[in-house]
């Protein structure tokens, strides 16, 4: 079975642009985290989603954060304007089921390197 | 407060030693534990998680972790580490009640000697 996909893998851009990193979570899998990873702050998870809809965004940085998930397969995280202190390794994950235990392990995808010029 | 302490920020081990990797929480009650493992370029792996009953689990790769519930510990050992496993090592911690709250440690990088 695929595991999460992430695309882009790596994301190089100058402050200022918009940024938009996709995630396709596992078939069958209900909720879907948005994390960021930097050295100073370890993994930081941004927002998640039960069934599409977004029930905790308290780890999104700045309103220049935004993320969405139209549909069950596919979720966006978008950042506009970007600045240099974005620069991060962003990961998606997803797990069976809806967030009502915290047995479920999550799968991650292998992230998207962003690098803010 | 919960949190998840990995006291060894970088451990390097011989090829073919034996390995143990720390992490110690603070939480109400007894959480939901994992290890995970991330190599470079790549996302995390769950390496084997502690939801109840024998307090030592077996894992992928030869890994094991023993939850010990007075010291508040949940160790990672191998007896005899290969080459591939230099990586970071990530003990988290999870309530009952909701995966999202999960806590990561802040990581445990493992250089394997030759």
């Known amino acids: 079975d695929a595991g999460v996909i992430q695309s882009p893998r790596h994301e190089v851009t100058e402050m200022g642009q918009e940024v938009t990193l996709r995630c396709k979570p596992i078939?069958?899998?209900?909720?879907l985290f948005w994390y960021r990873q930097t050295m100073m702050r370890g993994l930081e998870l941004l927002i998640y989603?039960?069934?599409?809809?977004?029930?905790?965004d308290s780890g999104m940085p700045e309103d220049r954060f935004s993320a969405k998930m139209p549909n069950a397969s596919f979720s966006t995280l978008k950042i506009q304007p970007s600045e240099p202190r974005d620069s991060a390794v962003y990961f998606c994950?997803?797990?069976?089921?809806?967030?009502?235990?915290?047995?479920?392990?999550?799968?991650f995808g292998d992230g998207t390197r962003l690098s803010i010029l | 407060a919960q949190s998840v302490t990995q006291p060894d920020i970088h451990i390097t081990v011989s090829e073919g030693a034996s390995l143990e990797l720390r992490c110690n929480y603070s939480?109400?009650?007894?959480?939901?534990l994992f290890w995970y493992v991330q190599s470079p370029g790549q996302g995390l792996q769950l390496l084997l998680k502690?939801?109840?009953?024998?307090?030592l689990v077996q894992g992928i790769k030869g890994f094991e972790a023993e939850f010990k519930r007075s010291q508040s510990s949940f160790n990672l050992r191998k007896p005899s580490v290969h080459w591939s496993d230099a990586a970071e090592y990530f003990c988290?911690?999870?309530?009952?009640?909701?995966?999202?709250?999960?806590?990561f440690g802040s990581g445990t990088r493992l250089s394997i000697r030759p």
């Open positions: 502690y939801f109840s009953g024998d307090t």
């Open positions: 988290a911690v999870a309530p009952y009640s909701s995966a999202s709250k999960i806590i």
């Open positions: 989603f039960n069934n599409n809809v977004p029930i905790d």
């Open positions: 994950a997803s797990i069976i089921g809806t967030d009502n235990g915290g047995n479920q392990p999550q799968h």
């Open positions: 939480y109400g009650a007894t959480p939901y």
């Open positions: 078939s069958g899998h209900n909720s």
